[in-house]
């Protein structure tokens, strides 16, 4: 019988770190990460140096260990938990000779896979763009065709690799423009929701917002149980006992997300900004789910989002015993929220009992 099944690219996992625990959580995600990028890892690979060599990021030992693997095993991609300069980048290539991907890449790969709408297709071709410039060797020379002979042919003399950088310049102009754009409209539509109570929900990716925002608004935002699922950000009419409001859903948080990419999506993420509260969904299921929490803490203080009211919803109770949760209920009171709540989207635990929550804040915290 003839295997039909698409053969997914062969990869391995790289990272430098002192501390084998946290390294070890670090791969645990990115191997996530490459899940959702639908590739298979072979291995992971762990050096515990201080710091990353200069010049290829792994020490020269290492360096032969992987190589010799690449070679044995013909994978397809070496993917680094960390960002490369474009030095190593290029020394890694020499030395492994396969293509290298770093982190921050690889998250540009899964964003723009799973880009639908016109504003989230520019977000992050425009993140890609930005970071790929100072990365540029001959690979771009394609965008001329793509759009259609904007940017004039090299001149005498000129070189190509100078040609395909403004060529990437003026394509990054014209994205941010065509942004400008989509922000005005977004601002429209903002202004016309003012009167309105806003709830907008937050956290780390995969921790069940999606699921939730079709519980309460009963709508059918994808879901699914993989990282970043969604990108854009979703607004849906809630009315219960007769108290109407605004409930958006937003991408995902994850630590080491590339700044490029939360430039790119402030458009999408000023309706964190501009929230009346926040539902912060936390996976408690998951062993990292305090580093979670911290990691959302800070991307929202990135935000100039920390200091709204914030409710702590803590989710997936369902696969906890009491015992845990309790230990969890302790845990958590230093965590700074005005309240928070334990649920189960899976299991529709407690969420008629947080939507409850939600109305009475909204009756004592009416829009003036």
Do not use: C
């Given at each position: 019988m003839i295997d039909n099944s698409p053969k997914l690219p062969k990869v391995i996992l790289i990272t430098v770190n002192p501390d084998i625990q946290k390294a070890n959580e670090d791969l645990e995600e990115l191997k996530q990460l490459v899940e959702t990028y639908q590739a298979k890892v072979l291995r992971e690979f762990l050096?515990?140096?201080?710091?990353?060599?200069?010049?290829?990021?792994?020490?020269?030992?290492?360096?032969?260990?992987?190589?010799?693997f690449i070679l044995e095993n013909q994978v397809d991609i070496s993917i680094f938990d960390d960002d490369l300069t474009p030095s190593q980048t290029k020394n890694l290539e020499k030395v492994l000779k396969c293509k290298?991907?770093?982190?921050?890449?690889?998250?540009?790969?899964?964003?723009?896979?799973?880009?639908?709408?016109?504003?989230?297709?520019?977000?992050v071709e425009l993140a890609?763009?930005?970071?790929?410039?100072?990365?540029?060797?001959?690979?771009?020379?394609?965008?001329?065709?793509?759009?259609?002979?904007i940017g004039s042919k090299s001149g005498a003399g000129e070189k190509e690799l100078e040609t395909d950088k403004r060529l990437i310049r003026n394509r990054i102009a014209q994205l941010k423009n065509?942004?400008?754009?989509?922000?005005?409209?977004?601002?429209?539509?903002?202004?016309?929701?003012?009167?309105?109570?806003?709830?907008?929900?937050?956290?780390?990716?995969?921790?069940?917002?999606?699921s939730l925002m079709n519980l309460i608004a009963k709508s059918k935002v994808l879901s699914?149980?993989?990282?970043?699922?969604?990108?854009?950000?979703t607004t849906r009419k809630v009315v219960w006992k007769q108290t109407e409001f605004l409930l958006s859903d937003t991408?995902?948080?994850i630590k080491k997300l590339p700044?490029?990419?939360?430039?790119?999506?402030?458009?999408?993420?000023?309706?964190?900004?501009?929230?009346d509260l926040l539902l912060h969904v936390v996976d408690i299921s998951h062993p990292n789910w305090m580093q979670h929490i911290e990691t959302v803490q800070k991307t929202l203080q990135s935000l100039d989002a920390h200091t709204l009211p914030i409710l702590l919803v803590l989710n997936k109770t369902d696969l906890l015993s009491p015992e845990q949760i309790a230990d969890i209920e302790i845990l958590t009171n230093a965590i700074p929220c005005i309240?928070?709540?334990?649920?189960?989207?899976?299991e529709n635990i407690h969420v008629n009992e947080l939507k409850d929550w939600i109305v009475n804040y909204i009756v004592k915290h009416p829009k003036i």
């Open positions: 050096q515990t140096l201080k710091v990353p060599d200069v010049k290829t990021y792994i020490g020269k030992g290492k360096s032969k260990e992987i190589a010799q290298i991907m770093d982190r921050s890449l690889l998250i540009l790969e899964i964003f723009s896979n799973n880009a639908k709408t016109s504003q989230a297709k520019v977000q890609k763009l930005q970071y790929m410039l100072p990365r540029l060797t001959r690979m771009w020379t394609h965008l001329e065709r793509q759009r259609g002979g065509e942004l400008k754009n989509i922000e005005k409209i977004s601002e429209v539509q903002r202004k016309k929701r003012e009167s309105q109570f806003r709830v907008t929900l937050v956290g780390y990716t995969n921790a069940g917002k999606s699914e149980n993989k990282l970043f699922a969604t990108l854009d950000t991408v995902g948080f700044h490029h990419l939360i430039e790119s999506f402030k458009s999408t993420l000023m309706e964190v900004k501009n929230a309240d928070k709540m334990f649920i189960s989207t899976l």
